[in-house]
């Protein structure tokens, strides 16, 4: 088994996890490891089916593409090959892991003689010969895949901006989520945990020993106080306090960093040190594009397959201000001396996971309009958030909009993606009596539907002016609202 490529820019891979472990039989296909990049975390599937005799890269470790991660075989001959090859492969000599089965017996020194025996013996004790070499590795599993495992418990209050990702892999249990290890199958057996009301924190929604732990403990403790929940719903129904957030289980913790994580940090870090960067806010009245979106939204989810939110219409209205003010589309290289405007629009969009947050790119963005720019954006977030987008679907963007809003975040201050030189902020939007000029009435005030924009611009390239002037624009564009041609209004 060797690490593929797992796109043009990428080289290199860290393996993360292994969700085999020696002596394990898996099938062809099936996910064997998590590899992580700069980038993205993929599975690694099975190339074949058989058993796995050995483990050649150990969780954390980078190796390049092409470098050999494991060895398949057949389980009856995981000690023969070790002999037969010796002679043309020197490099399989580790394979002779069976030796850990003479420990019981250390006397007899010559191994040749002691290779057929245990070549008897795997017949019928094959999981018992498999156990003692990946004992140690079980020990170790918990180190690395609980701070994993531990991860997603920070984006818990963001799920409603993907309500749909995980809880869609895992809701018809075992065999519609996918592979569940037979250590985690033990131990939902155990502790009597119905794995299809498991939502799996592993990559694409894979349920993982500690998620059955949590789900055992959940359960213990619901039913060690029924009590104080049945009046709650009573008391809610009757307009009660909101009960407190469910405390977290990473309070008290230390955790690793994962590589995807330490990669943000790098590049948060570089960004302000590399860019002057400073934020621009307005407040656009995008109660036109609601009145659009309200006409057309039910029809659009059943013709297209994808929900119409706000941010299609804000993503069209910020291509046309790029295409009026280049300045924002462009690209600096200060070693060269230059500033790039490229001739196309490829449009960032950043998504929150539980890994982390990801910004896959929507390449020549300013062809589409908005039905196509709602299509790409649902389905590059419904990838990213289930770990499906490829690692070049991650760069080569040359303009980034983050919604902060769908959290209920009114303004922030975004952090330019590298080596782009802006970066646009959508806040929540949010119901204001705003005073506003009618022809008959004058000035009235009005209940309309408002949001902040915030642009932050590389000073070195933008001057506030121009930062200004687009926002200016995109301003416009939304408040006039002239879309509705798009959907036949």
């Known amino acids: 088994v060797t690490l593929p490529e797992l796109g043009e820019s990428v080289t290199e891979g860290t393996v993360s996890r292994w969700l085999k472990q020696v002596g394990e039989s898996v099938a062809a296909d099936e996910p064997l490891l998590e590899v992580s990049t700069d980038k993205v975390d993929t599975e690694i599937p099975s190339p074949t089916s058989g058993t796995l005799l050995e483990i050649r890269v150990q969780e954390d470790e980078t190796v390049g593409v092409g470098a050999v991660l494991a060895i398949i075989g057949e389980a009856g001959a995981a000690a023969a090959p070790a002999t037969e090859a010796q002679p043309t492969e020197p490099e399989q000599q580790p394979e002779p892991q069976p030796e850990p089965e003479p420990q019981p017996e250390p006397e007899p020194e010559p191994e040749p003689e002691q290779q057929p025996e245990s070549e008897q013996q795997p017949e019928p004790?094959?999981?018992?010969?498999?156990?003692?070499?990946?004992?140690?590795?079980?020990?170790?599993?918990?180190?690395?895949?609980?701070?994993?495992?531990?991860?997603?418990?920070?984006?818990?209050?963001?799920?409603?901006?993907?309500?749909?990702?995980?809880?869609?892999?895992?809701?018809?249990?075992?065999?519609?989520?996918?592979?569940?290890?037979?250590?985690?199958?033990?131990?939902?057996?155990?502790?009597?945990?119905?794995?299809?009301?498991?939502?799996?924190?592993?990559?694409?929604?894979?349920?993982?020993?500690?998620?059955?732990?949590?789900?055992?403990?959940?359960?213990?403790?619901?039913?060690?106080?029924?009590?104080?929940?049945?009046?709650?719903?009573?008391?809610?129904?009757?307009?009660?306090?909101?009960?407190?957030?469910?405390?977290?289980?990473?309070?008290?913790?230390?955790?690793?960093?994962?590589?995807?994580?330490?990669?943000?940090?790098?590049?948060?870090?570089?960004?302000?040190?590399?860019?002057?960067?400073?934020?621009?806010?307005?407040?656009?009245?995008?109660?036109?594009?609601?009145?659009?979106?309200?006409?057309?939204?039910?029809?659009?989810?059943?013709?297209?397959?994808?929900?119409?939110?706000?941010?299609?219409?804000?993503?069209?209205?910020?291509?046309?201000?790029?295409?009026?003010?280049?300045?924002?589309?462009?690209?600096?290289?200060?070693?060269?001396?230059?500033?790039?405007?490229?001739?196309?629009?490829?449009?960032?969009?950043?998504v929150q996971t539980d890994r982390g947050l990801l910004v896959p790119v929507i390449k020549d963005a300013g062809d589409l309009n908005i039905s196509g720019l709602a299509k790409r954006i649902a389905d590059l977030a419904a990838r990213t958030r289930q770990n499906k987008v490829t690692p070049d679907e991650l760069i080569g963007g040359t303009f980034t909009i983050t919604n902060y809003g769908s959290a209920g975040t009114l303004m922030d201050t975004p952090i330019i993606n590298q080596p782009q030189v802006a970066i646009l902020g959508t806040g929540a939007l949010v119901k204001r009596p705003v005073v506003i000029s009618d022809p008959r009435l004058g000035e009235v005030i009005a209940i309309r539907d408002t949001m902040y924009l915030s642009l932050s611009y590389d000073h070195r390239l933008i001057d506030g002016a121009e930062a200004a002037q687009f926002l200016s624009t995109l301003k416009a564009r939304l408040e006039e609202g002239d879309f509705g041609a798009e959907f036949g209004l």
């Open 125 to 350: 004790h094959a999981e018992q010969e498999a156990q003692p070499e990946p004992a140690p590795q079980r020990e170790q599993e918990p180190k690395v895949a609980a701070p994993t495992a531990r991860g997603p418990a920070r984006p818990e209050p963001e799920s409603p901006a993907a309500p749909a990702a995980a809880p869609t892999q895992v809701a018809g249990g075992d065999s519609e989520a996918g592979y569940v290890t037979p250590l985690v199958r033990k131990l939902a057996k155990e502790h009597e945990v119905d794995l299809t009301a498991v939502n799996g924190t592993g990559v694409g929604g894979r349920i993982r020993k500690q998620d059955v732990l949590a789900a055992a403990e959940a359960a213990k403790q619901a039913a060690a106080a029924p009590a104080p929940e049945a009046p709650a719903e009573p008391a809610a129904a009757a307009g009660a306090p909101t009960p407190a957030a469910e405390v977290s289980t990473l309070r008290g913790t230390t955790e690793k960093m994962s590589r995807l994580r330490q990669t943000i940090a790098k590049r948060m870090v570089e960004s302000l040190q590399v860019s002057a960067q400073l934020t621009a806010t307005v407040e656009v009245d995008l109660t036109e594009v609601s009145r659009i979106r309200a006409k057309v939204k039910d029809d659009f989810k059943k013709r297209e397959g994808a929900t119409l939110s706000y941010l299609p219409f804000i993503a069209k209205a910020a291509i046309e201000a790029l295409k009026a003010h280049p300045k924002l589309n462009a690209t600096i290289d200060t070693e060269e001396r230059t500033i790039t405007y490229p001739d196309a629009e490829h449009l960032g969009i950043a």
